[in-house]
């Protein structure tokens, strides 16, 4: 089965700094590549997700992610964050055998401080 | 579009009751999926439907919990009986992908259950 390793758990950072989480994946077979961002007592909403094509993604709140095939690597950046950014942020990966089923990184807390 | 809609938003039960979790999916879509997530496990997928039909029940932790989806705009979850280890927020998610073919999940606003 397909695993996803978020390597923070929590990533603190002061508000208009630059961040990066981290998501790898353990299939090097083609696989789709997804962000979800969770806000308090909400459910998961899609950032950005890669299917094909170029390997820099851009999503919504000015997040993007690179997909890097050689370190199945995904992880999700922003220049310069916001207040409001702060949430739990998940990668998840489908296939490559089943691509209806998602598996889902254990998430990184993103703390923006002012 | 009113997303994917669940209810009850909170529920609190008592151990040994029998508790029934509700989702619509978004019209059109065909595949639902059940998800539970805690702080110890993290998100889980549960099970997951396509055209009505259960493809993927492996998640399900034991037969207390079982789930029906008798037509394409309902589906539900059921816990009998429950027992406090079954505190989570459970969601419910939908997407148009099936057939080998992969599609955004949205996600609804989760189902809060309390098991005392």
């Known amino acids: 089965a397909q695993s996803v390793t978020q390597l923070d758990s929590q990533v603190p950072v002061f508000e208009e700094a630059p961040v990066e989480l981290r998501c790898n994946y353990s299939s090097s077979v083609s696989v789709y590549l997804f962000w979800y961002v969770q806000y308090p007592n909400q459910g998961l909403q899609l950032l950005l997700k890669?299917?094909?094509?170029?390997?820099l993604v851009k999503g919504i709140n000015g997040f993007e992610a690179e997909f890097n095939k050689s370190q199945t690597s995904f992880h999700l950046r922003k220049p310069s964050v916001h207040i409001s950014d702060t949430a739990e942020y998940f990668c998840a990966v489908s296939g490559p055998y089943n691509f209806n089923k998602f598996y889902f990184g254990s998430g990184t807390k993103l703390n923006v401080k002012p | 579009d009113a997303g994917v809609i669940q209810s009850p938003r909170h529920e609190v039960t008592e151990m040994g009751q029998e508790v029934t979790l509700r989702c619509k999916p978004i019209?059109?879509?065909?595949?639902l999926f059940w998800y539970r997530q805690t702080m110890m496990r993290g998100l889980e997928l549960l099970i997951y439907?396509?055209?009505?039909?259960?493809?993927?029940d492996s998640g399900m932790p034991e037969d207390r919990f079982s789930a029906k989806m008798p037509n394409a705009s309902f589906s539900t979850l059921k816990i009998q009986p429950s027992e406090p280890r079954d505190s989570a927020v459970y969601f419910c998610?939908?997407?148009?992908?099936?057939?080998?073919?992969?599609?955004?999940?949205?996600f609804g606003p989760g189902t809060r259950l309390t098991v005392l």
């Open positions: 439907f396509n055209n009505n039909v259960p493809i993927d």
């Open positions: 998610a939908s997407s148009s992908a099936g057939g080998g073919n992969t599609d955004t999940q949205y």
């Open positions: 890669y299917l094909s094509g170029s390997t």
């Open positions: 019209s059109g879509h065909n595949s």
